[in-house]
């Protein structure tokens, strides 16, 4: 089965005033549909994987024919990024809760989380993303990834591997229209945009697939 672009889940201003309309739409329907156009070019007559969601696929990338890795590497680790992404945010939601005793667990505190996942994301260099991962051992921590990369992919892709709660798309087009240069600063108002509804959802079902993309 082809991959298809998501339902975004909310109109384009939803985001309003932390990141523009103009912005979610392009990012949204430009940017993503095109992974989700090479994820399906990428993935052409590779029928063994057949059924198998993104995150699935990203997680075995050694099976995939060297000639086609990159390019399954990129464009499916995009569509399944920006999935994430997409889910991640939402206005007005509250971190509480079970995820949010295990962020003071593993943390200290939800501000040094905060401090953590800043630097991590604006320290990353180029294109990329930052994220909350929930380790194999249960352990939450904070990294970061080039390009596409996701701690799916494991250690020997991504430099890291776990299961992503939270994902901080830190591409130039998921900011650059409202905040230019200035990261910093989108990734700060980013905090405002947090759904941690849906983050508290995926730690409490990390291990149901439902939830890998």
Same mark, same amino acid.
């Given at each position: =089965? ?40 990428? =993935? ?59 962020? !003071?667990?593993?943390?200290?505190? !939800? $501000?040094?989380?905060? $401090? ?43 430099? !890291? ?8 798309? !830190? ?43």
């Amino acid at each position: =089965m082809a991959f298809t672009l998501p339902p975004l889940g909310y109109p384009y201003d939803a985001l309003e005033p932390y990141i523009d309309a103009r912005t979610v739409e392009i990012h949204y329907s430009k940017h993503h549909q095109a992974y989700v156009n090479n994820a399906n070019k990428a =993935m052409e007559g590779l029928t063994e994987f057949e059924g198998l969601c993104p995150g699935q696929i990203l997680a075995q990338l050694d099976k995939i024919p060297a000639e086609r890795r990159m390019a399954v590497r990129n464009n499916v680790g995009g569509h399944a990024n920006h999935s994430l992404l997409w889910k991640c945010m939402k206005v007005g939601t509250e971190l509480k809760g079970a995820l949010k005793d295990a962020i !003071v667990r593993d943390f200290g505190s !939800v $501000e040094k989380l905060r $401090e953590e996942l800043t630097k991590a994301s604006v320290g990353q260099f180029g294109s990329g993303w930052g994220w909350l991962v929930l380790s194999k051992e249960g352990k939450l921590f904070v990294a970061s990834t080039p390009n596409q990369d996701t701690p799916v992919m494991g250690e020997k892709y991504a430099g !890291v591997e776990g299961y992503p709660l939270l994902a901080l798309d !830190v591409w130039e087009h998921a900011y650059y229209l409202k905040y230019q240069n200035r990261r910093p600063e989108y990734v700060d108002c980013f905090w405002d945009l947090i759904n941690w509804d849906y983050v508290a959802e995926r730690f409490e079902n990390a291990g149901n697939p439902h939830f890998h993309l």
